[in-house]
């Protein structure tokens, strides 16, 4: 990966000068997956625009209005993008990837009724492509509207419930909206699908901390302790969160002789642990971090 960005940055050089090869230089970003926008935009149109030097791309020219299109939203550069659309439509008039990308476009003219009905008359034939829902989801949270988002983020993960990357983003539009069991809810999915992320063991136990409750605490003391042993001990975060929930459950209702005994040890460990890797790596802030958690 290294030794690619090496050699776009070399040709980018070249074709900013007008001497490097424009096509090849296009190809090597979609391989690498880039998304140097305004690069891509600029020399993508002056290469299409261009009868002779289009005419040698062959069959990859659709390939690359594609990806100047694409390039020329992301700057809105709206009217190359509707050059290059437009003639993806005349090509392809029947093409749902054509019809995303004329949707996309009136999402970036803030036309959302225009791109609804567009993105409406692609679900009525393919209910299940995924990039079309996903575009909703978008349009939904770039108008504000992030209950409708959640709605839309609910229909999507009916059909792809192993998305985890949807189910983080439904939680954290949860949390923005403060319905933190929902919010809930949405981690105890990302620990079934990635058990052994650390990241989301600690998201859900912020939850419950935040959510309180003496079972809620001893549950969220469970999931810091697991995002400890996950991060090798070194999860910061995880490690006062087992302090604080120790110090909840101290001050709890109905708490017992036991859920004392077990927080004084745990606490001590957490405390210890933080202590050290204080000496150790921000000395200077040490002390400070002693009295905080002694009190």
């Known amino acids: 990966m290294g030794e690619g960005i090496t050699e776009v940055d070399r040709l980018e050089a070249l074709v900013d000068?007008?001497?490097?090869?424009?096509?090849?230089?296009?190809?090597?970003?979609?391989?690498?997956?880039?998304?140097?926008?305004?690069?891509v935009a600029k020399h993508g149109m002056e290469l299409l625009?261009?009868?002779?030097?289009?005419?040698?791309?062959?069959?990859?020219?659709?390939?690359?209005?594609?990806?100047?299109a694409i390039a020329a939203l992301d700057c809105q550069c709206l009217t190359a993008a509707k050059e290059c659309i437009g003639a993806l439509l005349k090509k392809f008039p029947d093409s749902t990837r054509v019809g995303r990308l004329e949707g996309m476009w009136f999402e970036a003219r803030g036309s959302w009724q225009q791109a609804e009905k567009v993105y409406a008359s692609i679900l009525e034939e393919h209910p299940t492509d995924a990039r079309i829902l996903k575009r909703k989801i978008a349009m939904a949270k770039a108008?504000?509207?992030?209950?409708?988002?959640?709605?839309?983020?609910?229909?999507?993960l009916e059909l792809f419930m192993?998305?985890?990357?949807?189910?983080?983003?439904?939680?954290?539009?949860?949390?923005?909206?403060?319905?933190?069991?929902?919010?809930?809810?949405?981690?105890?999915?990302?620990?079934?699908?990635?058990?052994?992320?650390?990241?989301?063991?600690?998201?859900?136990?912020?939850?419950?901390?935040?959510?309180?409750?003496?079972?809620?605490?001893?549950?969220?003391?469970k999931y810091y302790a697991s995002a400890i042993e996950l991060s090798g001990g070194k999860n910061m975060r995880a490690l006062y969160g087992v302090c604080l929930c120790a110090a909840g459950i101290n001050q709890a209702k109905g708490r017992n002789v036991k859920d004392e005994k077990e927080n004084s040890t745990v606490h001590t460990l957490a405390a210890d642990v933080i202590k050290r890797e204080y000496r150790l790596k921000a000395p200077k802030k040490a002390s400070l971090a002693a009295s905080i958690l002694e009190a």
């Open 17 to 39: 000068e007008g001497v490097g090869d424009v096509a090849r230089y296009l190809a090597l970003i979609r391989k690498l997956k880039l998304r140097r926008s305004s690069k």
């Open 162 to 221: 192993a998305d985890h990357e949807c189910w983080k983003e439904l939680a954290d539009v949860y949390l923005a909206l403060q319905m933190y069991k929902q919010a809930a809810f949405c981690y105890e999915e990302l620990i079934l699908v990635q058990p052994a992320n650390a990241l989301f063991h600690l998201g859900y136990a912020e939850i419950l901390y935040t959510i309180g409750g003496l079972e809620n605490l001893k549950t969220a003391k």
């Open 143 to 156: 108008q504000g509207n992030l209950m409708g988002a959640v709605d839309e983020m609910n229909k999507y």
């Open 49 to 68: 625009r261009n009868s002779s030097a289009r005419a040698k791309l062959g069959a990859d020219v659709w390939t690359v209005y594609e990806q100047v």
